[in-house]
């Protein structure tokens, strides 16, 4: 059973940044892909970005380009989500979690138990 383990959230101002951790154990990350995503209060759970952990191929949902970035290390077996130019409407409960189709939301079925990111205007 692979356990993930998420940290770096936190309470910043708009503009600014944080990097989120998530490391994975229990089990080899091959074959499948590491995503973020997150839930805000009264919304669904979105994708954020997500990465292939054997090829390295990145995904981001539009409005996360040019802002967020995926990255893992294959030594660490973690992934992290450096997050740049926070606004307000970033502020949700972010999660690590694995899937076979890194592309479907409902494809994730190992997650992690999620670390609170709130922006202030």
């Known amino acids: 059973q692979v356990q993930l383990a998420e940290s770096g959230g936190g309470l910043v101002q708009a503009g600014g940044s944080l990097r989120l951790s998530c490391a994975a154990s229990?089990?080899?990350?091959?074959?499948?892909?590491v995503g973020w995503l997150r839930q805000a209060p009264g919304k669904e759970r979105e994708i954020v970005a997500a990465i292939s952990w054997s090829g390295g191929t990145t995904y981001y949902t539009n409005s996360m380009k040019g802002r967020f970035t995926i990255s893992k290390d294959n030594a660490k077996n973690t992934v992290y989500l450096q997050m740049n130019s926070l606004k307000p409407e970033d502020t949700a409960v972010y999660y690590c979690?694995?899937?076979?189709?890194?592309?479907?939301?409902?494809?994730?079925?190992?997650w992690g138990q999620g670390t609170q990111v709130t922006v202030s205007s």
């Open positions: 979690a694995l899937a076979r189709n890194m592309y479907r939301r409902e494809s994730y079925d190992y």
């Open positions: 229990g089990r080899t990350l091959s074959g499948y892909g």
